[in-house]
């Protein structure tokens, strides 16, 4: 039976992040970052990268890496969602990284030390990889992939062509922000004309499957870590919000709401722990895990989000308040590597239920 329980290493680091983050990435921080013209806080990206080493915890140390596993990693992504920092891991970190381990190209080496960033060119709603959208003649590229997450502050995009996976250097592609729902995370459409590309993998389905399972596995951490805020966060607010000379969480419906609520998080940790292991240990139950994962996941953050918008009141619905930046996430997350539905059909296939 498989240990799910957070081992002590596991606590440790989760410790180191969440300091980190409660000094350089409060509310009003990254309130006042993602106002700014520079969404995305490049400093605490490499305090993250760089002196926490967390860039490339499941790489070898031979490679760059810190010789974790992507338990590690679905740790931090738990930290990042409880504060909705504007940093580039999900692109870096998960699918860039997913999709270098094992090619044995040098640019892993530079993405694991954080010494480069990278992000793999496809669409942040992908599910499964294929219609590729950039054609190759030779190693010259040209074509547009659109909604591309942390693309505006890499240094290297992993293309996907049907020649293999190739690595641009970021600076010769025209990238354009898109207008993105959550502002934490800048979505960028990428255009390739003539751009010199290096040939990474031969085999680029390979390559973006792996990667895209991998981000569906890790990104139900992240929605834990919303929902997991979201959730102690209304509670400690109805504990002190006093209405009709009342505290709000004495009524009976308020408690129910929430006591429901605290059901769900419990049993998405459970989830998402389970595909954090599956794809740590290379179990063959991975594919079915990550669907599990994003059906279940997702629905519980955008729920913990909603809820944590209304029991706050009015202060729920201002600007000023956090909760629109976590429901955002929830919401943008909802709708990233495939939606809560997309990956129910994908679970009938895989478990062979009748149509």
Known sequence: ????????????????VRSLLAARAGFEAVLARVESPEPVDLKLWRALAVDLGVAGLPVAEADGGAGASWRETAVVLEELGRSVAPVPFLGNSVLAVAALLGSGDPVLDAVAAGSRTATLAVPLSARAAGGWTVTADGDRLDGTVTSVVDAGVADVLLVPTAAGLHA???A???????????????????????ATGRLVSADATAAVDRALTAGAALLASEQLGVAEWCLTTTVEYVKTRRQFARQVGS???IKHRLADLWVSVTEARAVARYAADCLATGDPDLPVAAAVAQAFCSPVAVKAAEECVQLHGGIGFTWEHPAHLYLKRARSNAASLGSASAHRAALADLVALPA
Request: no cysteine.
């Open 1 to 16: 039976m498989t240990d799910l329980l957070y081992s002590e290493v596991e606590e440790e680091l989760r410790a180191s």
């Open 168 to 170: 641009v250097e970021a």
């Open 172 to 194: 010769d592609a025209e990238r354009v922000p898109v207008v993105s729902f959550d502002l934490t995370r800048p979505l960028t459409d990428v255009t390739l004309r003539g």
């Open 251 to 253: 009524y009976q419906a």
